[in-house]
T-cell receptor, first 119, second 109 residues
Framework: GAVVSQHPSRVICKSGTSVKIECRSL??????MFWYRQFPKQSLMLMAT?????????EQGVEKDKFLINHASLTLSTLTVTSAHPEDSSFYIC???????????????FGPGTRLTVL | KQEVTQIPAALSVPEGENLVLNCSFT??????LQWFRQDPGKGLTSLLL?????REQTSGRLNASLDKSSGRSTLYIAASQPGDSATYLC????????FGGGTRVLVKP
């Protein structure tokens, strides 16, 4: 159990376009989802926390108007990179938390990641 | 603000040697500490999770210890194999999950 999927796994786009990445919890309801970004040979950095039905909380330095997050249901969160530029090229990973699972109040389950390349 | 450090940043060992990966964190107010494996270009695979009330967790050849008071966790991998080559990340879960920079491991046949 506790499987998280991401779509697409890889996307290449032109500078100035917008890209949407989906994160789904497949077998549980995720009241909270997290979005991370990972640059090459660096660790994961939290971008934002999204709670179902409310506005996302962004980390310092992350532009909320550029990285739009929607968590409209308990199994789906989306991250839209608006007007993408080459410096937005990165590996984006989502995670989901299900406090309903026994012993997993603070456990996050990670998706496989999405590789974004902006030309 | 939680800061997580992993030492060494990279490690190369011959097959069969035991691996010792270190993780230190500055804020001991954590719920748990997790160790992850990440293969190149892939997502995270959770290896072990140690709750704040626990001292260690074991799974097969993997053993992770946690000393909250000193802000340290250690991941031991016994009898390393080439398939263990990957980047290992630790994450300290407080209000947020904060990751260390990772240790890149290469096990040479």
């Amino acid at each position: 159990g506790a499987v998280v999927s991401q779509h697409p796994s890889r996307v290449i786009c032109k500078s100035g376009t917008s890209v949407k990445i989906e994160c789904r919890s497949l077998d549980f309801q995720a009241t909270t989802m997290f979005w991370y970004r990972q640059f090459p040979k660096q660790s994961l950095m939290l971008m934002a926390t999204s709670n179902e039905g409310s506005k996302a909380t962004y980390e310092q330095g992350v532009e909320k108007d550029k990285f739009l997050i929607n968590h409209a249901s308990l199994t789906l969160s989306t991250l839209t990179v608006t007007s993408a530029h080459p410096e937005d090229s990165s590996f984006y990973i989502c995670s989901a938390r299900n406090p309903g699972l026994a012993g997993s109040t603070d456990t996050q389950y990670f998706g496989p990641g999405t590789r974004l390349t902006v030309l | 603000k939680q800061e997580v450090t992993q030492i060494p940043a990279a490690l190369s060992v011959p097959e069969g040697e035991n691996l010792v990966l270190n993780c230190s964190f500055t804020d001991s107010a954590i719920y748990n500490l997790q160790w992850f494996r990440q293969d190149p270009g892939k997502g995270l695979t959770s290896l072990l999770l140690i709750q704040s009330s626990q001292r260690e967790q074991t799974s097969g050849r993997l053993n992770a210890s946690l000393d909250k008071s000193s802000g340290r966790s250690t991941l031991y991998i016994a009898a390393s194999q080439p398939g263990d080559s990957a980047t290992y990340l630790c994450g300290a879960a407080g209000n947020k999950l904060t990751f260390g920079g990772g240790t890149r491991v290469l096990v040479k046949p």
